[in-house]
């Protein structure tokens, strides 16, 4: 085995300190090493320890896609999955994708699109719609809905959503008609 | 969450060995149904072994012309690998019929057949459930129990196994290859999950420490005449209420070989294989086929919220029959079919 990072507090009697490790991560480029326990998760990890917050976390049991992010390019929902599991791995998160002066085509989409209305799940909307277009599987209107069933919008702007995305595929040379 | 040790394993050997020298550890793959039950402290681990990095990713031919799933490819990359759209078309289908492009992601191949049931009692820690504490009952039983078992079930537990890719499997038939602290064995794929009985604790019949490697196809794909029917309260990211997965050789109008497996309706994934024996010989007509559905539904029971399941198997089964000998599936019940 290759590390061991930490040993388990006792259950039950007097309360052992929280044991934690170092875990490195290339997150938007640079790179940090976090103190974290082995439970903590990767969106924890983002959000409490890395101090970035545009990474939302919605259900934290995989079912809405808020949290979604980008591990070496490819689009998991960071809630579950470990921090301790992704040593030495590319996060991106949507503070790595465009800045306010700098926007990326699809958070100029989105925009342009109107495609949020109260924004809690559009950082993992876009980053979902990044993981989509580093794929290059969605050709047509309906594979993009497929392709972004994963997040789910409260405020239903999918319509939005869907135009957006579909711009900047289309903008892409990939939609198929 | 409980607190627990963690390791990331270096390769099988050191996998088995560093579970064997902890109490109640587990393998950690992709994490999303295993993570996602420690979060409702379904399950408590004390310690997990991280085997998603061993070089167990691969998917490559065998010499008996079939084609090996490394158990730690994810599901997505199975999916979309080039051999199996090209010959195993069906498990593609399956696969992009379950879940999300982002759990798809993150899944890995064996631990897609080590996931456990999505029963509401089973992640509720505050009811009783025999598979998450044996003895304690069974709330689905007489309680609210729309996705649960038509097929196969017990008085101990009407769970049902959640997988899609699970069903396509079953139809395909491959070995399941394991390593653990007794050396390396196959499994057929149809007796590794198991039915509830009186010890609906246990998903499948791997040994205590035994670590899935690979899952082993055969050659025969059925990549012409196939299909995967799912039906669902929403057209995409929801759990099948049936699922059919039919693969079919014809011969002019006659059947010579046939697979028939179901989702959504038992404690495994349901592989019929009298039905597949009914089928042989005959005309792949209507006839043939209301006849089979019948037969497979024959013995199933409702427990009241899912009573609606049967006919909607049987209608089911008769559909991915029809689909199956046209050798297309209708565009509501493809995946992703404009891809090149």
New interface residues.
Partial sequence: MSQLLTSAPHRGGLPAPVPTGPVRLHINGETRTLQLAPWTSLLDALREYAHLTGTKKGCDHGQCGACTVLVNGRRINSCLTLAVMHEDDDITTIEGLGTPDNLSPLQQAFVDHDAFQCGYCTPGQICSAQGLLNEGRAHSEAEIKELMSGNLCRCGAYTGILNAVQEVVAAQGEMVK | ??????????DVA?AVR?KAGHGASAY?G???NL??L??YNVEQP?????V?KLPLDKIEDLPDGGLRLGATATN?DTA?NEQVKARYPMLNQAILAG?????R??ATNAGNLMQRTRCYYFYDIETPCNKREPGSGCSAIGGYNRIHAILGASEACIATHPSDMCVALAALAPTVRVSGPNGERSIAFEDFHRLPGDQPQYDNILAEGELITSLDLPEKGFAKNFTYLKLRDRH??AFALVSVAVGLELEGNTITDARLALGGVAHKPWRDKSAEQLLKGQPATAETFGRVAAHVVANAVGQGSNDFKIELARRAIVRALQQATEGRQRATDA??N??P
Avoid at chain 2, 1 to 10: G, H, I
Avoid at chain 2, 46 to 50: C, D, I
């Fill in positions: 969450m409980y607190p627990f040790t963690y390791s990331r394993a270096t050191d560093d950690l992709g994490g999303t993570i996602d420690m979060k004390a310690h997990l072994v991280n998603a997505a979309w879940a999300s492009p982002q759990l992601n993150a995409s990211y995946f992703l404009s891809n």
